[in-house]
Each structure stands twice: as structure tokens, then as C-alpha cells.
């Protein structure tokens, strides 16, 4: 899957990803009117509410970016409802060719972070059938539990073509109260790093292995070391844009040709329309603005990355 | 509700949480059997599986238990149909006066985490109305991410009067790769200890702070620190029974008057009637098996800590 969505990006000269993280604050009131007027003031009006946001943010990216990254908890905070909205929108994902990256952060020991894994990326089996309950292409993965935790989604990654993406050095403000600790002279998140290059290495079998890594944009220094540590990683990097990491700081996440590195953008682009630089399109054309940040994210990374030019 | 489970634990002499962590082939045949027959071999016919399994439970453990740890991935491993019993296990819990520990291990950053917190713990609001999406007491959290990624959970246990248990040393075999490593002289653990202990203090009312620690029974010289590290803390241990801690070594994760620590058995309880010890309660009595090995296991643990004899 790493490997598919290297040449994707390859293809579309972008290495770039769209969070679709909806906050109720974002959707256009028109399509809030509509999903109450349908299902009322409830968790399924705010899922119909999201769910038609995600369709028109969809319709208008598809064919820019190679993938989408949807975060769980945005669709988990609105129950049953919400969760159903975050399956239909993976499915709609995939109907349009897009990659999709489920931002959920899972991981546990044992049997229980196999279950998430089936759960998420690969089958699970009832009586003589099986089912994918979520059917992502790729997850994210909390490492603090060790290669327990992590090891079932990499077997599940094996089976069923997936990928993974574990974190290493997320991008908020207080990533380096743990991460940044030094453990023999060294940060623990260049020890998760060498975790994450061996676990990978183990299944390789292309330019990138089925593992990657969550490396923050706000802190490129350590992107840097980071690449040169993980030459087989594919890294998502979080952060640009609204938590402010900077493209021209992010040549250093990418490979010598322009591949490596994929960078998300969640509010920046779904909740274009709300910015000075967009807001022209007007709150009706919320689609048509992301779509225009989306072009503009893109020039802007290219501008960044000398083999993408 | 850390002091509220202290007391409740106190009341029953019961420092015991049983962890309905259902795998279908926990479930007796004939549960399946009738489930499959209503709603097929599909992920709807294993979640009914699942409800009917964890009712039984639920019946025959209420009166001696002051909590329930559901874990999440059990359910979520079924998609929508999974998650919705999650759910109705949880409402009927609390019907039942338990108290619900939701093993959600979610963490993440700022208003994601903020959702996580508010789906599981709190209230999302929707137009005018508020929803509590999946209602448990308290949720255990992954501390990976540092403050950004845990203070949005404690603001809405203040908020709600609900509990964490942040994951400080876990019971797996690996859990030592990355929480072992030493930080100036002392372990990763510890440091996530003081700060468990740290959050904590800024919210304490009472004995117990709102957040508590997940502490590895597999690991009680580390408990023994641990419990010292954070006096306020009340601390969830994991791993007795069938991960191979032991009642007598327990002892030192307690506070001198029995109370600060609650331990966890899952399949040991619920899976009991597959252990030759159980046998002879057959697999249609499986929840009596539970209720046996659920008495067994209380009076293991009274009989390694002093002060509940």
C-alpha cells in the first residue's frame, strides 16, 4: 500500500493528504439546516450533517490528492451515528480512487491491538464469512505499548496489502515531554524511529515498507534525522499550515527524488472558506474553497521540493 | 468518581474489575447458535452474540464487583453493529450499578483529543441539545502524546465528574522497550508517573485524584515505585491471572488501608468455564463459572493484601 500510494503521488505531483477532521463548526449552515430539518438536533442530523460536508469536500479533491486522512475521533464524538458517517465516508473515498489513511491512533497488546487491526485494515471472521468492518488502507499507530502493540497491525498489514503509520514525533506543543527525552544521549523518538525502520524492514518488499511514521512539521531538525534514520519509511507529516509548520521546512522529509513524504492538511483546506484568503467563495462554496487551498497547498510543496518541480 | 470507585471497592472488599473483553470463542455454542440463527453469520449476528455472552456476565457478577472494563477493541473488531453493543453494554452496566471503565487507550492531540474525551466521558452538543455518545465512567488514556494530549480529558472529567487511568507501565512482555528506557537515571515510567501524578493534583478533591494509572501486575517492583511516586493516584492493574501476576505480589500497588489499587481479570473470569478448574460448570453455565472464579479471585487478593482481611 506504501508503495501504491508513493507512485500516486508520484503521478499527481502531490504529496499531499486531506484530513477530513469535520468540527460542527465547519459545515456550511445550509447543510446544518437541511440534516436537522431531516433528523433533528441529534447525533444522526450531526452525522448527515458531516457526511454531506465530506461528500462535497470529495467531489471537489478527489482528483488532486492521493489519499484522505479522516480522524476517528471527529466522527467518534457523535456516537453510533458518527461512526457510521466515518464508514460511509471511506467507502465514498474509495468509489472516488482515493488512498485512505484512518487517523486512529489505536494501539494495545496482544490480541486486542490484532482485533483493532481487523477491525480497521484487514477481516474478521463470523461463523463461515468474513467482513471489513472499517476497511481502511492504512492506520495510524500508537508505539508506547512496543512491538506487542504493534506487531499484529504489521501481520495484518502483510496479509491484507495495508500499511501503517506509527507515531514517532507528533507536532503539538508538548510532543517533547516524553518524546524528546534522551535515553543514552539519544531522544526517545529516534529509538522509536530504528523501531519503526527494523519492524518494516522485516516486511519489505518494495522501495517502502508496509511501516511508516508520523514525523510533525514543526519540528523539521528532527524530520531530518528522522529520513536519514528511516530510509525505507514513508512519513505522514502533520502540522503544516494551521499548527504552523512552514513547506519551505519540509524538503528535508522528502527523498533525494521527491518521494518519502506525505503532508496532511486538515482545516486549512476543509475549512478554507473560513480563511481572509478564501472567504470570497462565500460559505456555500466551502467545497470550491478547499479545493482552491488544495491547489494552492500543492504549489506551495512543490515549490519546497526541488525533484517535484 | 476515583473516590466513588475507592468506596464502592471499599464497601464490597472487592478491589476486583472484571474485563468483558468478549472473543467469539469465548462464547458458548448455543449463544452463537441462536444469534446466528436471528441475524446470520454476520457482524450483526456476532455482536448479538456478544450482548447475549457479556448479559449473562453482567447478571451473575454485579453484586460482587464494583466495576466492569469493557475493552473497546472487542466491539469496535465488528464495526457499527460491535460498537452499538459496546454501548448497550455499558447502559446496562449501569443499570446494574457497575461502574464502567471504558479500555479506550485513545490519545491524541488538542480538540481531538477534546473529542475523544467528549464522546467517551462527556457531552457533544448538537444545535441546542447535548448527547453523552458512549457515557462510561472513566476511560484509560495513552499518555504518548504528552499534556496536549491528556488535558483535554482531565478538563472533562472536571466537567463531568468522571476518571482516567493514563497508561504509565503497561503488562505486556514489550512493554519495557520504549517505558523502561532511562531518562537521566530513572526510567520513562516514572517520568509519566509524576506527571499522572502532576495532572492529577491541579483537579484532586479528595483522597483520589480524577486521574488515575495503569500499572502492569506482571511488574510489581515497578508498582512498588510507582505507588510511592504517586500517592493520590488510584492505580488499575492489569495482567493478574491468565498474563501471570500473582495475588501476593499485589500488595505493594495498595495503600496500607487496602484501598488506591484495582485489579483486572478478564479472560480469567469470563472465559472461566474453559479452565479445568471450572470445567465442571459446563459451557451453557458459563456465567456462573465467571461468578465462581470472580469469588475465587476476590478472595485471592484479600488474602494477599492486609489490610482487607
Not at 15 to 38: H, N, Q
Not at 62 to 78: C, G, N, R, S
Not at 103 to 121: E, F, M, N, P, V
Not at 263 to 282: D, H, L, P, T
Request: negative net charge; hydrophobic residues 40%; proline residues 6%.
Amino acid at each position: 500500500m506504501m508503495n501504491r500510494l508513493a507512485a500516486r503521488m508520484k503521478e499527481l505531483k502531490a504529496p499531499v493528504v486531506v484530513g477530513l477532521d469535520p468540527m460542527l463548526s465547519y459545515i456550511p449552515e445550509g447543510i446544518k439546516r437541511k440534516a436537522f430539518a431531516a433528523y433533528g438536533e441529534t447525533l444522526e442530523g450531526a452525522a448527515e450533517a458531516v457526511w454531506q460536508y465530506n461528500k462535497g469536500l470529495v467531489d471537489q479533491i478527489y482528483d488532486l490528492v492521493p489519499a484522505v486522512k479522516p480522524q476517528i475521533a471527529m466522527y467518534e464524538q457523535f456516537g453510533i451515528p458518527g461512526l457510521s458517517v466515518y464508514k460511509k465516508t471511506i467507502d465514498y473515498c474509495h468509489e472516488k480512487g482515493l488512498i485512505v489513511v484512518g487517523d486512529i491512533k489505536r494501539g494495545d497488546i496482544g490480541s486486542t491491538s490484532g482485533a483493532y487491526a481487523q477491525a480497521h485494515l484487514g477481516e474478521v471472521k463470523v461463523g463461515e464469512n468474513t467482513f471489513a468492518p472499517f476497511g481502511e488502507d492504512i492506520s495510524t499507530v500508537n508505539p508506547y505499548l512496543g512491538t506487542d502493540g504493534v506487531k499484529p497491525f504489521i501481520d495484518v498489514c502483510r496479509s491484507f496489502g495495508k500499511g501503517i503509520f506509527v507515531l514517532v514525533k507528533t507536532s503539538n506543543p508538548s510532543s517533547g515531554e516524553f518524546q524528546d527525552r534522551l535515553i543514552d544521549g539519544r531522544p526517545l523518538y529516534e529509538w522509536v524511529g530504528e523501531k519503526v525502520a527494523a519492524w518494516g524492514e522485516e516486511v519489505r518488499d518494495g522501495k517502502y515498507s508496509p511501516v511508516g511514521a508520523v514525523v510533525g512539521a514543526t519540528y523539521p531538525e528532527m524530520g531530518e534525522v528522522l529520513r536519514r534514520l528511516m530510509p525505507h519509511t514513508m512519513i505522514l507529516v502533520p502540522g503544516y499550515g494551521a499548527q504552523g509548520g512552514k513547506a519551505e521546512d519540509l524538503a528535508p522529509y522528502f527523498d533525494a527524488d521527491g518521494s518519502g513524504a506525505i503532508v496532511n492538511s486538515s482545516r486549512g483546506i476543509i475549512a478554507a472558506y473560513r480563511q481572509e484568503k478564501y472567504a470570497s467563495f462565500g460559505e456555500e462554496n466551502y467545497a470550491e474553497a478547499a479545493r482552491q487551498a488544495a491547489l494552492d497547498m500543492i504549489t506551495d510543496i512543490r515549490g519546497a521540493v526541488p525533484a517535484l518541480q
